[in-house]
DNA sequence: CGTTCTAGGATACGGTCGTATTCTATCGAA
DNA sequence: TTCGATAGAATACGACCGTATCCTAGAACG
């Protein structure tokens, strides 16, 4: 047999590349040939590795999911609700350059999954495991109907991440509305 | 002087054709030529009422935000607060194939606008209008926090949206996530 | 009625797209 | 060490892109 690459590890960073490209410029941005430059590969080299474009966006927002499930779990699992609810909430928000660049990129998929069942399933994949974990975490708090309030907790934290790309100076006033929507759905 | 034609109208009606086929089939799909066609129109009939696809953009998505701030005015001002407030909510959410398009198209400005300072700053303006009716109404029936609230019952809003276009399934319980948010932040 | 200006269509140009194909160098197994 | 399979680059192709330019037909005025 001949010589071989660690396949996983190179589709890994292939996508990875993807995500900075889409977050940073825009999904309109990515072409093979731009994902490939971004990623030090030659066109062809990405071509090994997916056989086609769509592929390789299914690929890249499924990475983009388990970025954001695998960041949830480093919130500490002890803290009071409302607190644990703040730090969830926050992992998501566009604050700083680093996170503006995935929450773009994670909203650019979302808007384009309206047109792509592919892509639209595994959206809905992603967002069912975020709202069970939600929901548990409400249920074991005491709050009344925890499944409509993580789908409410959700939509808060999706509309504040979206209006944040166009809008960061609004952060502070956003982040009083984070609070104000924690606090009332919330029991005290 | 020779013929002359309605300018002002051709334009909107240019921009509502972009509007139809951004919302049915992606902004990605959009193009100089597509729109003409979607339009009725030659790609050179097109190009005589506007510079650039930029400018082109740029309009249609300010006759979007002009037919969402209209399609709030028609909401009974009269309503309780909280029934005012769900109605508001649903002239915005995709629940039908023709405010599918409507919401689609204007989530996809809104993703665009993020790596394109001119389309932000429509949505900017749009938004402020939108959060100052909100708040308006929200201080009147004695809503603590109204600025907040507004912020995060457009953000529901937004976030209940984004999800309704790749997951329509999940309407009830999202109409349900919706009613669970109002009621808590609005007073009883 | 003839002149003039414009609406709108047609066409062309350079660039980028996704993808298929081809080539070369190199590593692993025999 | 030889051989075969693969990694990866290079190239090619047809399609579509935004935009600039040119052309024609017809309505509005003198």
Do not use: N
Not at 3 to 14: G, P, V
Not at 102 to 120: G, S
Request: hydrophobic share 45%; proline share 6%.
């Amino acid at each position: 047999m001949p010589r071989i690459a660690d396949r996983s590890e190179q589709r890994r960073q292939i996508g990875a590349a993807l995500l900075r490209l889409a977050g940073e410029e825009g999904l309109d941005q990515v072409s093979v040939r731009t994902v490939a430059a971004a990623s030090g590969r030659s066109p062809g080299a990405v071509q090994k590795y997916f056989r086609s474009k769509e592929e390789l966006l299914l690929f890249a927002s499924q990475l983009s999911g388990e970025r954001i499930e695998r960041r949830m779990q480093t919130v500490d699992p002890t803290l009071p609700l409302r607190q644990a609810l703040r730090a969830l909430v926050l992992t998501i928000l566009p604050l700083d350059e680093e996170r503006r660049a995935e929450t773009a990129a994670q909203l650019a998929f979302a808007v384009h999954a309206a047109h792509h069942p592919r892509l639209a399933e595994v959206r809905r994949r992603v967002d069912r495991e975020v709202h069970d974990a939600l929901a548990r975490r409400l249920a074991a708090a005491g709050t009344p109907e925890p499944g409509p309030t993580a789908d409410a907790l959700i939509a808060v934290s999706d509309g504040l991440a979206l209006r944040l790309l166009y809008a960061p100076g609004d952060a502070d006033s956003l982040l009083a509305a984070l609070d104000r929507a924690i606090a009332t759905l919330t029991p005290p």
